[in-house]
């Protein structure tokens, strides 16, 4: 065989023995993904839920399946890819340029929210903040709604779960700490909410080269973070959505970040992000991911000025934005246990059906990543514990995982496992540390002969990473798609635009999600779920008593002011 010959795969181009690490990545890669693929079908031919919320079951099975039978293609396609003398090229101008790609990834990703996502906060995760950035980029902390529409106009069974409602005063805030509407309002404000999740995900490319160098000392190792990244679907699919999980990724990334260098004023810098990651919906995912931080200050010279100095940073904000926003709601709801029974039911011991819901979480991560990341990300852990920064990163990780495990919820809706994703950053960096050595590392890696296989070993990741960014990605974003297109579907099948309420009969697979309005309603359409025939009628005739229905289908009712001839005013079955 001839080592050098053009063409012929990465088997072909080196001596068996260099190939070990490829080798092993294929088949353990292979060998897990082809157990995802065997285990999604036996899940579909049961048909059995497991205690899984109905949509986590569903996008678990429907969507994954393809997606694992893609990651074992791209596993064995990435063999056959040439080993190409610009790999370290490419990774070199990656690494050079995170403005440029970050500022690519914020356009394009703002472009998949309109056009993908439909503008549209799928779930009420999504809805409660983009509701409360409307409420505070119109200058008030609440909504405001008739007080005895308030069932009509936000579903009983997500008050005081998604949505804080007063029967009261009608006033409607989220449920969840503010912080995350607070970086929406000025986009909210400026008219473009969409592209919110897109300039942060653009920073987060930035920051996350920034991180990298610092921990690698290595251009090529900050390009091949950033294509680990942008690679990955869920880094996309957070991206176009109104999750919070990009800017848990984000904060946590900044906070390492400035923690890498504590001097005093980074770890003040470092609190006060820390704070806003507690606040940004609930303090769960930044404090999973801070406290192995806390531990590795600790460990440092004079710790505890530096942790005086990182708490000190905490303190305002999560006061202000934390506690603050906690007196607010029990002040709004005129519940003062409303936050501490809400804490209280967060957490339970693990069940079966959690450790299931988990597995199927651990899944997701993997599918929903380049296909080889999580097994280069373990590798990496392990081969650069030493350094006791990544040794950091891995703990982060783990106590994510572990911590999830005592939250009884399976998160429902969602791209990828979204409660990991406060701490994903760590997979792209220590699959890096595996891939590239570590800066001490580095001048005895050169002098070795491990210089060749790891070259090896490179040319195959960065083929599975760029198999994953064209097919990967292309592959969810058809999927997100016709998820969401399907979702809105489920609207009643009315053609007009004049200014109406639309009524859902609860008919069809989360239809109830889809009952969003303005906080104040002063956009044309408001929404509304169907409490009964005869209540639902007699409310919309107190408050819109020229409006009568135009409208009917199995989705809903539609009422408006149109006259009842008006041929714009039917489509479909209307009554």
């Given at each position: ?228 990244t942008i690679a990955s679907p869920v880094f996309f ?89 906690f007196w607010y709601l029990g002040d709004l709801t ?155 579907s489920q609207y009643p099948g009315y053609a007009g ?79």
């Amino acid at each position: 065989m001839n080592a050098s010959s053009p063409g012929r795969g990465i088997f072909a181009r080196l001596p068996v023995g260099h190939s070990t690490a490829v080798r092993a990545l294929l088949i353990l890669g292979g060998l897990i993904m082809a157990a995802c693929v065997l285990w999604i079908r036996q899940l579909r031919f049961e048909g059995d839920l497991h205690g899984l919320a109905p949509i986590f079951f569903a996008l678990f099975t429907y969507f994954d399946y393809s997606a694992a039978l893609l990651a074992l293609g791209i596993l064995l396609v990435a063999l056959f890819v040439p080993r190409w003398d610009g790999i370290d090229r490419l990774l070199r101008w990656t690494g050079q340029h995170p403005y440029l790609i970050g500022g690519a990834v914020a356009v394009l990703f703002s472009i998949g929210a309109l056009l993908i996502y439909h503008n549209q906060p799928l779930s009420m995760d999504e809805y409660a903040a983009a509701f409360q950035s409307k409420a505070f980029a119109a200058g008030h902390l609440s909504g405001h709604f008739p007080p005895d529409l308030l069932n009509l106009l936000v579903p009983e069974g997500f008050q005081q779960v998604f949505l804080s409602t007063s029967k009261t005063t009608g006033e409607v805030a989220s449920k969840y700490w503010p912080s995350f509407a607070l970086l929406l309002t000025p986009f909210t404000w400026l008219g473009i909410p969409w592209a919110c999740n897109g300039v942060l995900s653009g920073v987060t490319i930035v920051v996350l080269n920034k991180l990298s160098r610092r921990l690698f000392q290595s251009v090529e190792a900050a390009g091949l973070v950033t294509l680990f990244t942008i690679a990955s679907p869920v880094f996309f699919a957070d991206g176009i959505s109104y999750y919070s999980m990009t800017a848990h990724m984000l904060a946590n990334a900044i906070f390492a970040l400035l923690l890498l260098q504590p001097t005093t004023g980074r770890l003040i810098a470092a609190g006060v992000v820390g704070s806003i990651a507690l606040t940004l919906h609930n303090p769960v995912p930044h404090a999973l991911f801070a406290l192995p931080w806390f531990v590795w200050l600790a460990t440092q010279e004079k710790p505890v000025s530096k942790l005086v100095a990182l708490c000190a940073g905490y303190v305002p904000l999560s006061l202000l934005l934390g506690i603050g926003w906690f007196w607010y709601l029990g002040d709004l709801t005129q519940s003062a246990t409303s936050a501490a029974g809400t804490a209280a039911n967060a957490f339970a011991l693990p069940t079966a059906g959690v450790y299931f819901a988990r597995l199927v979480g651990l899944a997701k991560i993997l599918l929903w990543s380049v296909p080889c990341l999580l097994l280069l990300a373990a590798a990496g852990a392990w081969r650069s514990r030493m350094d006791s920064r990544m040794l950091t990163f891995a703990a982060a990780g783990l106590l994510t995982l572990a911590g999830y495990l005592f939250v009884p919820a399976d998160q429902g809706h969602g791209w990828g496992f979204r409660y990991f994703h406060s701490a994903w950053l760590v997979l792209p960096v220590l699959a890096t540390a595996f891939v590239f050595p570590m800066a001490k590392e580095q001048n005895h890696a050169a002098a070795s002969d491990s210089a060749l296989p790891a070259a090896n070993l490179r040319a195959y990741v960065v083929a599975c990473a760029l198999l994953s960014l064209f097919v990967g990605v292309g592959l969810r974003a058809s999927q997100m798609n016709e998820f969401m297109t399907d979702h809105l579907s489920q609207y009643p099948g009315y053609a007009g635009t004049e200014p109406r309420i639309v009524v859902q009969s609860g008919v069809g697979f989360y239809a109830y999600d889809l009952v969003q309005n303005d906080p104040f309603l002063r956009k044309d359409v408001v929404r509304m779920v169907n409490i009964g025939e005869d209540a639902t009628a007699a409310a919309i005739k107190k408050h819109f008593p020229t409006y009568h229905r135009v409208h009917t289908d199995r989705y809903g009712q539609v009422w408006s002011a149109a006259p009842p001839s008006s041929p714009v005013a039917h489509n479909g079955s209307a009554e």
